[in-house]
């Protein structure tokens, strides 16, 4: 009765073709681009739409905007906003949310500086130590909302408030702690030497190429899906502009004498970034971690019945969270030079999570990349950069915040409305 | 006659003091769909998670190739190659076909998932079931039908060299060209040898695709037949009154949950 499977009628290659013409050509690349994005599918384009429109409206009202010197301090300001939107996609992938996100930076950034001033330790030690004191929030987070079972909204509202009294009581009311570590510092003041910075530029450029040949190689030779050769190479190029048009416009000098000083090169906190933008892309579409983290965002039960522990999941993306807000909290510090009592406090949190939604992750959980918070941590970062030029008072800032807070949720609730009625 | 691939003997289940399953014999044989009948709360769904493993047995044997065997929980089912399709499908919308198929049990070259041998995989096998109705195994499954949903939650247990699968309802919810689709899919996995169990409330779902038919009433097995030897009349009588001229339980009037 058994029948072998081999001697099953199996079709001809031929006959699976349907599958196969998905590499069609570029025209077919390109209208199912346009029908992902009317269904809903939007990604990073309401992101980039953004950059343009506040580019265009910052550059008519202030002639700074555009010089290479501002360029160069949204990229400095935009570097903590990232980390931490980049950190949220975490807990926004599984449906959850972490309020605590901004001020468990704050708190981090405290210890180190503490450690940095009162016992002398060495910055990567401190570094770890604020690294640490994040994760044992995340931790805690984690554990009391998939173990007890409160909803996360809840439980970082809680830890909102209570980690604010973090900084207060070990800084004080009105004080503030110095963050002029060399290191440390030198993040936000110093730049990578402009040699360096180009041979970076140019090793990632050929690196990506390399991967996205060798990939196309492969998906080609062993007949799988994949994208028309004319796509790759045009993702390529988009890609080396991109990248060696911002270090060309950043190895120039940009300082506002440049007959006294010189001020050229790649902020160091664009490194940090980048490479915290290529681990966790790397975890998240090439790991198992990562393949089940979008599994349980997009139905836990299915997850469960896979055999995923969804209580570890969940655990591990508030700790992830929480250790990026740990860095995202050193950055800022980093940029101002101190810690104060209310660091994390202000806007931070709302502006991250802004970040990633507006980079095109769903806050209904199971949609998003870490890139999504990179290119959303831009947008948001340019609002106070180019209100700041405009010294304008700063309830206008309370109310753009705001305003791009719920835009950014409006598109995501459209465009999944869109997606439950068109399906992709 | 085959040796039964795996075979329930004399199974009780009670959940205090509801006695669910009295004495239950219940045989999957391979190469054949053998269809799980009866009224809602009959027992059906709990003798389906008593093999499946999550309900534990108060007494009884579970055999497998004709060797007791001790299951203690969906893993030592899953072990054994039995594979559940449930009702409500354990798929996630966003992940693309392969992503479903390999969920939990991702192939890796080290810590770096393996794509490649992943899709290949997953095509050979939506092939072999002769699927073509999926434009491509990178298509998300939010974008597919109920029929192509449920192909591909059968599939998934077919991908796993499991040797039975239980299809709780598959075309429940499905269309006449769907229903079609996956009722030429669970022939065919019979005819790869697998044992099937197809758990339906359709008797014309069940004439066409099952080799035997066991009815359950009220906890009891009223009968376990060959499709042949009864009529679509019959089968209902079994289902509503446990009975049918001489098949069936004689004594019904005694039987009681």
């Not at chain 1, 016992?119 to 604020?130: E, K, N, P, S």
């Not at chain 1, 970082?156 to 009311?173: C, D, E, N």
């Not at chain 1, 740990?326 to 970040?355: F, H």
């Amino acid at each position: 009765m058994t029948v072998d499977s081999d001697s099953m009628p199996t079709l001809a290659d031929g006959e699976f073709q349907a599958d196969t013409q998905q590499s069609g050509s570029l025209g077919d690349a390109v209208s199912a681009y346009l029908n992902r994005l009317r269904g809903g599918d939007m990604g990073s384009l309401p992101a980039i739409l953004g950059l343009v429109v506040l580019f265009v409206v910052f550059s008519s009202l202030h002639d700074n905007f555009l010089t290479t010197y501002n360029m160069a301090n949204l990229v400095i300001q935009s570097a903590s906003i990232c980390v931490l939107a980049m950190g949220l996609i975490f807990v926004l992938l599984l449906g959850e949310i972490d309020l605590s996100a901004g001020v468990a930076g704050g708190a981090s950034a405290t210890i180190t500086a503490l450690m940095l001033l009162d016992y002398d330790w060495t910055w990567w030690m401190a570094t770890l130590a604020g690294i640490a004191v994040g994760a044992v929030i995340g931790l805690a987070i984690g554990l009391l909302v998939s173990l007890l079972g409160i909803p996360s909204f809840v439980v970082t509202l809680a830890f909102f408030l209570a980690l604010q009294a973090v900084p207060l009581k070990l800084i004080g009311s009105g004080g503030s702690l110095r963050f002029n570590n060399e290191v440390l510092r030198g993040l936000s003041i110093k730049n990578v030497p402009v040699t360096a910075g180009w041979i970076a530029a140019v090793v990632i450029v050929l690196g990506f190429a390399a991967l996205s040949l060798l990939r196309y190689r492969s998906q080609v030779a062993k007949g799988l899906v994949h994208q028309p050769l004319s796509l790759v190479i045009i993702k390529i190029v988009a890609m080396a502009v991109v990248i060696l048009g911002i270090t060309a416009l950043l190895s120039q000098n940009r300082a506002p004498n440049p007959e006294i000083f010189t001020i050229e090169g790649i902020p160091w906190v664009a490194p940090v970034v980048i490479v915290l933008l290529l681990w966790w892309t790397f975890v998240l579409t090439r790991t198992r971690f990562g393949r089940h983290l979008y599994a349980v965002g997009g139905n836990a039960e299915a997850a469960r019945r896979a055999g995923i522990n969804v209580t570890g999941m969940k655990v591990a993306a508030f700790v992830i969270c929480s250790s990026m807000a740990a860095i995202s909290g050193l950055l800022a510090a980093s940029y101002t030079g101190k810690v104060s009592p209310g660091s994390g406090g202000g806007n931070e949190l709302l502006y991250a999570v802004g970040a990633a939604v507006i980079g095109g992750t769903s806050l209904f959980g199971g949609r998003g990349r870490a890139i999504n918070g990179v290119i959303g941590g831009l947008v948001i970062a340019t609002i106070p950069n180019g209100l700041g030029l405009l010294n304008q008072a700063s309830y206008i800032n309370f109310l753009v915040t705001g305003g791009v807070l719920l835009l950014a949720a409006s598109v995501d609730a459209i465009s999944r409305r869109r997606r439950t009625s068109s399906g992709v | 006659m085959t040796e039964p691939l795996l075979e329930l003997r004399g199974v009780n289940k009670s959940f205090g003091v509801v006695h669910v399953l009295h004495d239950v014999d219940f045989a999957v044989y391979p190469g054949q769909v053998t269809a799980l009948v009866g009224d809602n709360g009959a027992g059906k769904s709990t003798l389906v998670k008593v093999i499946a493993g999550i309900y534990g047995r108060d007494n009884g044997d579970f055999l497998f190739d004709g060797a007791p065997v001790n299951v203690h929980g969906p893993r030592d089912v899953a072990g054994l190659g039995v594979e559940v399709v449930y009702q409500d499908l354990a798929l996630c919308d966003n992940l693309d076909i392969v992503q479903n198929m390999f969920l939990g049990r991702e192939l890796r070259h080290g810590p770096v998932l393996d794509e490649i041998t992943m899709e290949t995989q997953a095509r050979e096998t939506l092939t072999s079931l002769s699927v073509r109705t999926v434009k491509s195994v990178r298509q998300p499954v939010a974008s597919l039908s109920g029929g192509q949903r449920q192909t591909v939650a059968i599939a998934k247990a077919v991908l796993w060299n499991s040797r039975v699968v239980l299809l709780d309802e598959p075309t429940a919810a499905l269309g006449v060209a769907q229903t079609r689709q996956v009722l030429d899919l669970v022939r065919r996995l019979a005819d790869r040898g697998l044992g099937v169990v197809l758990i339906s409330h359709n008797m014309n779902d069940v004439f066409e695709v099952a080799d035997r038919i066991t009815a359950l009433y009220l906890g009891r097995v009223a009968a376990d037949v060959h499709v042949e030897e009864v009529s679509h009349n019959q089968v209902v009588e079994l289902i509503t009154a446990g009975r049918s001229g001489d098949l069936g339980l004689q004594n019904t009037a005694s039987a009681t949950i």
